[in-house]
């Protein structure tokens, strides 16, 4: 199972790489979590070239969507959530929302694909995740 990340979403659409991200999440395992669909929701609106884009994948079907028990701008709740999967979570990454796709990987046996490198692609991650045999890809290529 493979979890993607808000970023890297946008960061493949507005690079014009619909078709073949389409593809990659057709053939493999490929989930959002519903937290990452509603932030993709409400950030589309601001970015035109991904709106249409954005939709007529989600509509495609190829791309999953894993439904968890948290909603963007509910910290509290992305904070227990993040908690409830690895108590040391949110001493690497300090955006309780960030911390949610990595709870949801923790809890799900997921990879992720983030382009995230401030919060998420780094290595004190990792290397907490290395335990849960989870490993952290800014990029399709790299997986496989």
Same mark, same amino acid.
């Given at each position: 199972?493979i979890?993607?990340?808000?970023?890297?979403?946008?960061?493949?659409l507005?690079?014009?790489?619909e078709k073949?991200f389409?593809?990659?999440?057709?053939?493999?395992?490929?989930?959002?979590?519903?937290?990452?669909?509603?932030e993709?929701?409400?950030?589309s /609106?601001?970015?035109?070239?991904?709106?249409k884009?954005?939709?007529?994948?989600?509509k495609?079907?190829?791309?999953?969507?894993?439904?968890?028990?948290?909603?963007?701008?509910?910290?509290?709740?992305?904070?227990?959530?993040?908690?409830?999967?690895?108590e /040391?979570?949110l001493r690497?990454?300090?955006?309780?929302s960030?911390?949610?796709?990595i709870?949801?990987?923790?809890?799900?046996?997921?990879?992720?694909?983030?382009?995230?490198?401030?919060?998420?692609?780094?290595?004190a991650?990792?290397?907490?995740?290395?335990?849960y045999?989870?490993?952290?890809?800014?990029?399709v290529?790299?997986?496989?």
């Amino acid at each position: 199972m493979i979890l993607l990340d808000t970023c890297f979403i946008i960061y493949e659409l507005q690079e014009g790489e619909e078709k073949r991200f389409e593809e990659f999440c057709r053939r493999d395992d490929v989930f959002v979590t519903s937290f990452n669909i509603a932030e993709l929701e409400h950030v589309s /609106k601001n970015i035109p070239a991904i709106e249409k884009p954005l939709r007529r994948l989600l509509k495609s079907g190829a791309i999953k969507i894993l439904e968890i028990s948290v909603s963007p701008g509910e910290q509290e709740v992305e904070e227990k959530f993040a908690n409830d999967a690895d108590e /040391k979570i949110l001493r690497i990454i300090h955006d309780p929302s960030d911390a949610v796709l990595i709870a949801a990987a923790i809890k799900n046996k997921a990879d992720v694909i983030t382009r995230d490198k401030h919060h998420i692609f780094k290595t004190a991650l990792e290397n907490e995740l290395n335990q849960y045999k989870i490993a952290v890809y800014n990029d399709v290529s790299s997986i496989n």
